[in-house]
């Protein structure tokens, strides 16, 4: 009796422990799924601009919130959201701030995924087109999805290779098209993960199949343990042909890399009011031949391409009745296009330089703004529509000292420029206003005030 009571309490006492032990098992598996939900428990959403011909375009939910706005080669800052449907749609505002319709896209939000939403092609009738992934917990490593977007739908074989490495020791990742995004495959895995290892690399392009390089990027330093996405773009703005490699993480921050061949290029403009012509030698550069040309009073160059480096510019008046300009520094990186303004303070040649956008011209117009007055300081830029005075006008610049830059975006309308100062009893002085015109070009403008043969001494230039 006595042995089979204690058959059946150890019986029991075994069932018990096993329960606890399935419990136990159970509560580890829940705690365990909690934590990995924990990371990225919502659904995420992002939107990037490819469009190279487009203009400055707003995503938002169909009669709710606005996920912000995105220039070419620019992307939103990343939203988390509910899972479920969303209709989205996409906006511009015109010249008379008015909203203008251009497409509708529904997406499929998924808790733990990513949604990037990209905008692609002619910007007269746009691809939208949302691609999708899982978001991972990582550590010491990341993943890297790319993706083509060039206007004429062109593929490219993709092969990468750690920093200082050449590209006969780079890895071939894939072919990179605008049918689908690729998630790339680390070559060199270890036991911890099967993903990228942080640090610098170099990427490489090649015609699909050709072992011949197009583009070699400059290092791509990867920090950060998360997914990357790399989308290959054309340029646009003052440089009219060549790619870029865009990376996009989960801000709003897109770091854009050029070609490490890629030429850049300048335009000269003489806005002294000289007689005599401006003799200018550009060169300097190892490898290159310098250049010589002349400029008139108030002639601007066409844009030159020459290869990236830094170069020095001497300009001498033919007359010999000013000081010279001697071996000014102008460095010209790969992809980069600037413009030299030549002036004249104190009967001595000087130079301004700026950087001209790599943004689209053709709905919003990028103006560079440039004082040249040298005697005037704090000169202020009113951009004024018909229906506008510099005291209710949209667009200004303020406060530029002799010989500074800004820029500011315009939509493509007709503005009088008005330029002025304070004098010394804060009262407003004007230096010189234009009649009504049109930025509507796609071209790169740049707005002047210079000393003039005027009633006020000086003149408004626009350039482009």
């Given at each position: 009796?006595?042995?089979?009571?204690?058959?059946?309490?150890?019986?029991?006492?075994?069932?018990?422990?096993?329960?606890?032990?399935?419990?136990?098992?159970?509560?580890?598996?829940?705690?365990?799924?909690?934590?990995?939900?924990?990371?990225?428990?919502?659904?995420?959403?992002?939107?990037?601009?490819?469009?190279?011909?487009?203009?400055?375009?707003?995503?938002?939910?169909?009669?709710?919130?606005?996920?912000?706005?995105?220039?070419?080669?620019?992307?939103?800052?990343?939203?988390?959201?509910?899972?479920?449907?969303?209709?989205?749609?996409?906006?511009?505002?015109?010249?008379?701030?008015?909203?203008?319709?251009?497409?509708?896209?529904?997406?499929?939000?998924?808790?733990?995924?990513?949604?990037?939403?990209?905008?692609?092609?002619?910007?007269?009738?746009?691809?939208?087109?949302?691609?999708?992934?899982?978001?991972?917990?990582?550590?010491?490593?990341?993943?890297?999805?790319?993706?083509?977007?060039?206007?004429?739908?062109?593929?490219?074989?993709?092969?990468?290779?750690?920093?200082?490495?050449?590209?006969?020791?780079?890895?071939?990742?894939?072919?990179?098209?605008?049918?689908?995004?690729?998630?790339?495959?680390?070559?060199?895995?270890?036991?911890?993960?099967?993903?990228?290892?942080?640090?610098?690399?170099?990427?490489?392009?090649?015609?699909?199949?050709?072992?011949?390089?197009?583009?070699?990027?400059?290092?791509?330093?990867?920090?950060?343990?998360?997914?990357?996405?790399?989308?290959?773009?054309?340029?646009?703005?003052?440089?009219?042909?060549?790619?870029?490699?865009?990376?996009?993480?989960?801000?709003?921050?897109?770091?854009?890399?050029?070609?490490?061949?890629?030429?850049?290029?300048?335009?000269?403009?003489?806005?002294?009011?000289?007689?005599?012509?401006?003799?200018?030698?550009?060169?300097?550069?190892?490898?290159?031949?310098?250049?010589?040309?002349?400029?008139?009073?108030?002639?601007?160059?066409?844009?030159?391409?020459?290869?990236?480096?830094?170069?020095?510019?001497?300009?001498?008046?033919?007359?010999?009745?000013?000081?010279?300009?001697?071996?000014?520094?102008?460095?010209?990186?790969?992809?980069?296009?600037?413009?030299?303004?030549?002036?004249?303070?104190?009967?001595?040649?000087?130079?301004?330089?700026?950087?001209?956008?790599?943004?689209?011209?053709?709905?919003?117009?990028t103006v560079n703004f440039i004082n040249l007055a040298s005697?005037?300081?704090?000169?202020?830029?009113?951009?004024?529509?018909?229906?506008?005075?510099?005291?209710?006008?949209?667009?200004?610049?303020?406060?530029?000292?002799?010989?500074?830059?800004?820029?500011?975006?315009?939509?493509?309308?007709?503005?009088?420029?008005?330029?002025?100062?304070?004098?010394?009893?804060?009262?407003?002085?004007?230096?010189?206003?234009?009649?009504?015109?049109?930025?509507?070009?796609?071209?790169?403008?740049?707005?002047?005030?210079?000393?003039?043969?005027?009633?006020?001494?000086?003149?408004?230039?626009?350039?482009?």
């Amino acid at each position: 009796m006595q042995s089979t009571f204690q058959f059946l309490l150890g019986k029991m006492k075994i069932h018990l422990a096993l329960l606890m032990l399935l419990v136990l098992s159970g509560l580890t598996g829940c705690g365990g799924s909690d934590s990995t939900e924990s990371d990225y428990s919502y659904a995420y959403l992002q939107f990037y601009n490819a469009s190279p011909n487009g203009a400055n375009v707003e995503v938002r939910e169909v009669d709710g919130d606005s996920f912000g706005l995105a220039q070419f080669g620019d992307a939103t800052s990343m939203f988390s959201l509910d899972d479920g449907e969303l209709v989205l749609e996409f906006i511009r505002t015109d010249a008379d701030d008015q909203e203008v319709f251009i497409d509708e896209l529904t997406v499929n939000l998924k808790s733990g995924y990513k949604t990037v939403v990209i905008m692609s092609g002619d910007f007269s009738a746009p691809v939208f087109t949302a691609y999708s992934y899982e978001r991972e917990t990582l550590e010491n490593h990341f993943r890297l999805f790319a993706l083509s977007v060039v206007a004429n739908n062109a593929s490219y074989d993709l092969y990468m290779s750690e920093s200082g490495d050449p590209f006969e020791a780079a890895n071939f990742l894939g072919a990179v098209t605008t049918s689908d995004m690729l998630e790339l495959t680390f070559w060199d895995s270890d036991e911890d993960s099967d993903d990228f290892d942080e640090g610098e690399y170099t990427i490489y392009l090649t015609e699909p199949g050709s072992d011949e390089v197009v583009f070699e990027s400059q290092t791509l330093d990867f920090i950060y343990s998360t997914e990357y996405l790399i989308t290959l773009r054309d340029v646009s703005g003052a440089i009219q042909e060549g790619l870029v490699v865009d990376t996009i993480l989960n801000s709003s921050t897109v770091s854009s890399l050029t070609d490490v061949e890629a030429d850049s290029q300048y335009r000269i403009y003489n806005s002294t009011n000289l007689e005599a012509e401006l003799n200018v030698t550009f060169g300097g550069n190892t490898n290159e031949e310098d250049v010589s040309f002349t400029l008139a009073a108030g002639e601007l160059s066409e844009f030159s391409a020459i290869r990236y480096g830094d170069y020095r510019v001497s300009v001498t008046d033919s007359s010999g009745a000013i000081a010279p300009l001697n071996n000014k520094l102008i460095t010209l990186n790969q992809g980069e296009s600037k413009a030299v303004l030549i002036y004249n303070a104190d009967d001595k040649l000087g130079a301004a330089t700026f950087v001209e956008s790599g943004l689209p011209q053709a709905y919003d117009k990028t103006v560079n703004f440039i004082n040249l007055a040298s005697d005037v300081d704090d000169v202020d830029f009113y951009l004024v529509r018909h229906d506008e005075t510099i005291d209710t006008a949209e667009y200004n610049v303020q406060n530029l000292e002799f010989a500074e830059s800004a820029s500011e975006v315009l939509p493509s309308d007709y503005y009088e420029v008005i330029a002025v100062y304070e004098d010394d009893n804060d009262e407003q002085v004007l230096l010189d206003r234009t009649a009504l015109f049109g930025f509507n070009e796609e071209k790169n403008y740049i707005v002047t005030v210079e000393p003039a043969d005027t009633p006020t001494g000086y003149e408004i230039n626009v350039l482009y």
